[in-house]
């Protein structure tokens, strides 16, 4: 089973992380406030890599195309199921079918129909990354790309970014208000804006290679709040 490492990264003050600038407000009932607001993100390991194969022939009959999309489909289904890869982690559904055109004298001619198959793939050992992609592209797929790394459950890094930013906040506010000789009261309110970072995607194949040297790197889940404090002079 892989094990998901987290590293936790805060940044500090004037970092590049940016935020907005602090505001006072004095309401009717004279209850002075300082808003700020307050970031985190958690790095992580991921534990699932995501790709998609497509298979896509062009002829005159449909029937013939999509016999052999479907051999096709089948070769390289098998090829990875070898490696031990589930069928709950395999999608092969998405099948779209159109026109095939080629120009001649200067016109479009419809010579047949181009199909293509699109097989989603889901790897829950990472380090069989290298063998998976070796193995389809023996199998002469047409393409393959939609590389994606994620963390399966990000909730709990998210959480912990969470937390993290709301101490952010916390620390902001607090510098602020005793540089103005001011003390921080109870919080009024509190606004998340944030969410799970998405994972950067890969835009080539890494090519036939023999060794394990691709290496997933991490991923960011980040944190953002907006918080509302009551200033105590």
Same mark, same amino acid.
């Given at each position: 089973m892989n094990k998901v490492f987290t590293i936790i990264t805060l940044c500090g003050l004037g970092a590049v992380l940016s935020f907005s600038s602090a505001t006072f407000a004095k309401t009717d009932e004279q209850? !002075?406030?300082i808003s700020v607001s307050g970031q985190a993100n958690v790095a992580s390991v991921p534990d699932l890599f995501q790709f998609s194969v497509y298979v896509e022939e062009q002829g005159e009959r449909v029937q013939d195309l999509n016999s052999v999309v479907a051999d096709k489909t089948q070769t390289i289904i098998s090829s990875v199921l070898a490696f031990g890869v589930e069928k709950k982690d395999i999608q092969s559904m998405r099948?779209?079918?159109?026109p095939w055109?080629? !120009?001649s004298n200067n016109q479009r001619v419809q010579k047949g129909f181009k199909l293509s198959r699109e097989i989603n793939f889901t790897l829950r050992d990472i380090e069989l990354y290298d063998q998976v992609i070796d193995a389809v592209l023996s199998t002469g797929a047409s393409r393959i790309d939609g590389?994606?790394?994620?963390v399966e459950?990000?909730?709990p890094q998210y959480l912990a970014a969470l937390e993290l930013a709301l101490k952010d906040a916390k620390l902001r506010a607090t510098r602020m208000a005793n540089t103005l000789g001011a003390k921080l009261g109870k919080v009024i309110t509190i606004n998340e804006n944030s969410g799970y970072s998405p994972m950067p995607r890969?835009?080539?194949v890494?090519?036939?290679s023999k060794s394990s040297d691709s290496l997933p790197g991490q991923i960011n889940t980040g944190a953002q709040v907006n918080v509302t404090f009551e200033l105590v002079e």
């Open positions: 209850v !002075h406030q099948v779209q079918l159109n055109y080629e !120009h590389f994606n790394y994620v459950d990000p909730q890969g835009r080539e890494m090519m036939m």
